[in-house]
């Protein structure tokens, strides 16, 4: 089969009996880890090694007026030292398609946050490194921080960078629908002001990057964590000046991403140049607080919402204004932390119209990112807390409102305002499941006695849509020049198996894996279309541009993508295998391909299962029984597949746009208990109910879900980012910034649904961004509800202790 077009990826798939996805088989990849076999970027070793450090600035806002490096070079063993003027001689800033300030990872004539790079030593070990960046002399001029969006934003805020008036790193306005109209139908209009926090999932591996540059063949060498290296492939070669096809990027074992590790590519540019200046390997890694400080941040956002709905609770339209906080430049890719969430903005709701006045803004603090959710988050904690807002002011129960708001299952597929496809789902059963496992009514009337004994107790009730696979249409929503994104569709990657002969199978995918099962969820579907069981598949670890086949368009693991591309990509490539390996049978067996079954590890004719050869017969005829071939078939039996989603179209004029492949929903209960007298939140109950499509691994799902929510409910009530009025971090280490552990997580009730996407290879559905998406808002809803006897509103996602102790007596003094 030499052409495969996606759509008949699909058909095909649904023709083959899947024995083996859907079972909760144990990851594969495990034994290796738990052994300490794992291989990280700094477990690879170099003769001759060089080691990286960065001097970084102890100020957030000031002028360079100079930069001494004369100790640092004296000191013994010291072999480069560059400033940030020296680096953008040497390479080009970071491309990107909208009008940004220039970016080189390195502060050239001014330094914009704490800790920004301002000049580079390379050493024969990272302790004479580290100790020659510290004799680095600065001379600033200092300048007057800018730390919130509300300073960045007055009219008399210092400028940070030039030519972008009042701080304003990006805008753009987006009306979808008739938002007027519905406007004026309306009864009434809810309206409320939010503050989302920085917080991020912090991966316990850290920055860690190494490159070698081979003078006598051209070839630079990167050992790379980024996430979607694939991509960046291209980035790199114009940065640092060196064709694509002299560039090899490898990827080991990943220590954790969760779009984190979307940031690494600055210093891995400083890294390559370093190698390239010296000719010999050199390797950086990053300690806890580097990484903290400056490798990034996932923007706050502020946002004033209004709902315009009916008196019988009908929500009809949406207006938002919002205001993201980049940092100190706006690096590719944001403004996606405002746009990602487009697709399922407008929740699992019927809602008719939306209109979104979104700005972005530079402070004095780190550059922003990518981080679990990437946004989504942040819209809908505004969303759903609004909701509650809207039941509130019409005394109905939150979840009542919910029910009668809910797109309907016959209603799907659904389009949205913005020209998403919603690929099936039923809200209400969701919901009500949530409902039934947190025992709603019994906890209101636990909660009603609680109260008359002057106990603090209150629900939260949410329920969000989680798109998943982003397509590249996104950057048409950015603007920029149209015709640089004109084209720009769908998403897409790639895979590449390979039967040996002795009937074992090879499997190599640019997913980029760090964490999610890979290797042992695509040994499960190869399985299923080849007939043979997991243990017969062996998947290459990480990602290597030399040997991985990859798509330049988006290949990577981001935005829960996998299970719906990087599976296409798998089943068009098995597929492939899978007819040929059938037409070799045929030939043999002397019957029509579409007569024979393949299981077990063998091929025989329906009814007739004594007519019958091994898979492994017909790989040893592949490769070495060459004269036994069906004529005119070429020798090998290897497949190499790229897959785009066939169902996600250039974005027009409109910005209307089925940007994401699949839309996977959860609904959530909390209890929670506040003291008054500390502001202390305990956790009562925790429920939530997950519907991501089919389960191709049911224990890797779990896990991913389990994952997504302690991650969303650290951000909710410990994990956070906060700078003084100087612009100092002062939450840059783990004693400080406090990551949820184990022992802070409550039971967790969970429960999963499966509606199988109608538009996916297999049916599934994006899986490991939604509890980090649900769990902020669940939390404030449930904290809102226990503040209510005080006449306390939650308007902030940042529940820690403190800032609900303050938010109490801020009340009590009023």
């Known amino acids: 089969m030499s052409f495969l077009p996606p759509l008949r990826v699909h058909e095909r798939a649904r023709e083959v009996a899947l024995r083996w996805v859907g079972r909760p088989i144990k990851r594969k990849e495990d034994l290796r880890f738990l052994m300490g076999r794992g291989r990280f970027v700094d477990d690879i070793k170099f003769d001759n090694a060089l080691y990286l450090a960065f001097a970084r600035s102890k100020v957030a806002h000031a002028r360079i007026r100079q930069v001494d490096v004369s100790k640092a070079m004296r000191l013994p063993g010291v072999r480069l030292v560059l400033t940030g003027k020296e680096v953008a001689e040497l390479i080009k800033p ?42 680095i002399e600065v001379d600033y001029e200092p300048l007057k921080p800018v730390v919130t969006i509300e300073q960045a934003l007055a009219p008399d805020a210092p400028q940070i960078h030039d030519g972008f008036e009042r701080n304003v790193a990006w805008s753009k306005r987006y009306v979808y629908g008739d938002v007027e109209n519905d406007f004026a139908r309306a009864d009434r209009i809810a309206r409320g002001r939010y503050y989302f926090h920085r917080f991020i999932s912090s991966p316990l591996e850290p920055t860690a990057l190494a490159a070698y540059y081979d003078r006598s063949t051209g070839v630079l060498t990167i050992y790379d964590q980024h996430q979607q290296a694939p991509m960046y492939h291209a980035r790199y070669s114009r940065v640092i000046g060196i064709p694509s096809n002299r560039i090899s990027i490898k990827v080991p074992d990943l220590g954790g991403g969760f779009g984190n590790k979307q940031s690494v590519y600055p210093y891995t540019a400083l890294v390559a140049l370093a190698s390239m200046l010296t000719n010999r390997p050199v390797k950086y890694v990053a300690s806890r607080s580097e990484d903290l400080m400056a490798l990034m941040h996932s923007p706050d956002r502020i946002t004033e919402a209004e709902f315009a709905y009916r008196s019988n609770g009908e929500i009809l339209s949406v207006r938002m204004k919002l205001y993201d906080n980049f940092g100190a430049y706006l690096r590719h890719p944001d403004p ?46 505004t969303f759903e807390r609004m909701v509650d807002k809207v039941a509130e002011e019409l005394g109905m129960d939150p979840a009542e409102l919910r ?30 499941r949530a409902l039934e496992l947190a025992g709603y ?37 950015w603007g920029g020049d149209p015709k640089l994104v004109s084209g720009y569709a769908s998403m897409a990657e790639a895979a590449s198996l390979r039967v040996l002969p002795d009937g074992s199978v090879l ?67 098995a597929l492939k295998v899978r007819e040929k390996v059938l037409a070799i049978a045929a030939h043999k067996l002397e019957a029509n391909p579409a007569d024979l079954v393949l299981e077990d590890g063998r091929i025989y004719v329906k009814g007739h299962p004594e007519r019958s050869i091994t898979f492994r017969e017909v790989a040893r005829i592949a490769h070495t029984r060459l004269g036994e071939l069906p004529p005119d078939t070429e020798a090998g039996l290897e497949a190499y597949y790229t897959y785009n989603f066939p169902y996600s179209k250039p974005v027009g004029d409109d910005l209307r746009g089925n940007l994401c492949s699949s839309y996977s929903a959860l609904a959530g209960v909390a209890a929670v208990v506040v003291d008054a007298e500390t502001g202390q939140i305990g956790v009562k109950k925790l429920v939530v109910v997950h519907d991501a499509g089919r389960a191709i691994n049911p224990l890797i799902l779990e896990g991913q879900v389990h994952g997504a929510v302690a991650n969303g409910l650290g951000g909710a009530l410990f994990e956070g980012f906060e700078y003084d009025e100087d612009g100092n971090l002062l939450t840059s280490t783990y004693m400080d910034y406090l990551p949820i552990s184990a022992t802070e997580m409550p039971e967790l009730i969970l429960d999963h649904m499966e509606t199988p996407s109608p538009f996916t290879v297999l049916g599934a559905k994006g ?48």
């Open 94 to 135: 970071w491309p990107h398609l909208i009008p940004t300030p220039p970016y080189y990872g390195i502060a050239v004539d001014k330094i914009r946050y704490q800790g920004e790079p301002v000049a580079m030593v390379v050493a024969e070990s990272k302790y004479v490194a580290a100790d020659a960046a510290e004799m």
């Open 336 to 381: 996606q932390n405002v746009t990602r969430a487009f697709p399922s903005i407008t929740g699992p709701y019927r809602i008719k119209s939306i209109e979104i006045d979104a700005t972005g803004v530079f402070t004095n603090t780190c550059p922003t990112g990518p981080n679990r959710g990437f946004g989504q988050q942040h819209a809908s904690f």
């Open 403 to 432: 029910f009668l708001n809910f797109i309907r299952p016959e209603q799907m597929p659904y389009e949205t305002p913005i020209g998403s496809v919603y690929d099936g789902g039923d809200y209400p059963t969701l919901l009500r």
């Open 441 to 477: 009514e019994q906890l209101r009337r636990e909660q009603e006695v609680m109260r008359s004994k002057g106990v603090l107790m209150g629900i939260g009730v949410a329920a969000i849509v989680e798109g998943g696979a982003t397509a590249f249409g996104f950057a048409r929503l």
């Open 507 to 573: 499997v190599a995918m640019g997913t980029t894996p760090q964490g999610q099962g890979h290797e042992t969820v695509a040994a499960q579907i190869v399985a299923d279309f080849l007939g043979v069981t997991p243990d017969d598949v062996i998947v290459m670890p990480g990602f290597d541009s030399d040997d991985h086949p990859y798509s330049a368009s988006g290949s990577g693991t981001y935005a829960s993508r996998f299970s719906q591309i990087g599976v296409g990509a798998l089943v068009g490539a």
């Open 767 to 814: 899986s490991g961004e939604g509890g980090t998406i649900l769990l902020p808002v669940l939390i404030g809803n449930a904290v809102n509800d226990a503040l209510r006897p005080l006449g306390v509103e939650v308007t902030t996602s940042r529940l820690t202790p403190h800032n609900v102790w303050r938010m109490i007596k801020e009340r009590r003094s009023t």
